[in-house]
């Protein structure tokens, strides 16, 4: 008698067939199906999504284990059709680390080498030179030192950036300053001439970057959201950004994305907005990690990126 394998089920946007080769070459001891092929819900007990739509994991009445294709989890949480005892499981990195370190980095060339200003001086038909600022003189303050946020750090430091970071709990990196705990974040916000923000999505971040905190930075300052979009309120840039109080900013993320055609985003001179892109799931690197997660679960093992619920990360 045939004993079937384990079903090993992919919910994705898209690529739906070419994460499904992947994760079937991965994965030989298990039958990987794909949305929207059929399949028997009670065979589902391993489940791969980005974006799940409502009432998607309330379906597999066996289901054991999630895996985010993605470091963000916000869509998942507090979700009424996912139980709590099913692990939830996010990518650490999987090639997403090496594309926020340039992601930020470009933003930080931007305003040290001030390429913003000399696309504004082209506009203007004017050839004028501006004094230097070495990368040692700029103070580049990273908030979020995880997996992704820790690479930043690191990366900025080695390239010779006063670097200092910013956590909720300890964290020691070589060559950045790194501060926690939400007393110490206004001393450190008025050290900064570039915040770059890569926190979590958690209920103590949201709103994080408000107007009191936008106004603590120096003037001239310049910010880099590539965390959440809900942590940064927008009318409060807005008004720093006008009043001259900030000198730019680099947004990956939006409160609501895409942005309506009359956001005022859309055409602010001090604002670069790119779409969500700062650090795509790679689709190999990715399958690669998910298959070596679930081989840790099997074996008992407490694996990289498994979600504590509580803390929202």
């Known amino acids: ?187 450190l916000l008025a050290a900064s001439d570039v915040l770059v923000n890569l926190l979590p999505s958690t209920p103590e971040t949201h709103g994080l970057l408000n107007h009191e905190r936008l106004a603590g930075l120096p003037k001239g300052a310049a910010v880099i959201n590539a965390g959440r979009g809900e942590q940064l309120e927008e009318s409060a840039l807005l008004a720093l950004l006008d009043a001259g109080h900030l000198r730019g900013a680099q947004l990956d993320v939006l409160g609501l994305e895409p942005p309506g055609q009359n956001h005022p985003f859309w055409h602010h001179p001090a604002i670069v907005l790119t779409p969500h892109i700062a650090a795509a799931t790679l689709l190999g690197p990715s399958a690669r990690q998910v298959a070596g997660k679930l081989r840790g679960l099997l074996r008992g093992e407490t694996v990289p990126g498994l979600v504590d619920r509580e803390r929202a990360y």
């Open 1 to 187: 008698m045939t004993v079937a394998k384990p079903l090993f089920y992919l919910h994705t946007p898209n690529d739906g067939e070419r994460w499904q080769a992947l994760f079937a070459a991965e994965l030989p001891d298990f039958d990987v199906v794909a949305a929207p092929a059929e399949v028997d819900p009670a065979r589902v007990q391993y489940l791969a999504t980005w974006r799940p739509p409502e009432g998607l994991f309330g379906r597999f009445a066996n289901l054991r284990a999630v895996f985010a294709l993605g470091a963000g989890i916000d869509r998942f949480m507090q979700r009424s059709d996912l139980a709590p005892g099913v692990a939830l499981v996010r990518l650490t990195d999987a090639g997403m680390a090496q594309q926020m370190c340039e992601y930020v980095l470009a933003g930080v060339l931007r305003y040290q080498r001030d390429l913003d200003r000399y696309a504004r001086q082209q506009a203007d038909a004017l050839w004028q030179p501006l004094p230097g600022r070495a990368a040692a003189e700029l103070r580049v303050t990273v908030l979020g030192l995880g997996e992704i946020g820790g690479a930043v750090a690191r990366t900025l430091a080695l390239l010779g950036y006063a670097v200092a970071g910013w956590s909720r709990s300890p964290r020691e990196l070589a060559g950045v300053r790194c501060l926690h705990g939400w007393d110490s974040l206004p001393t």
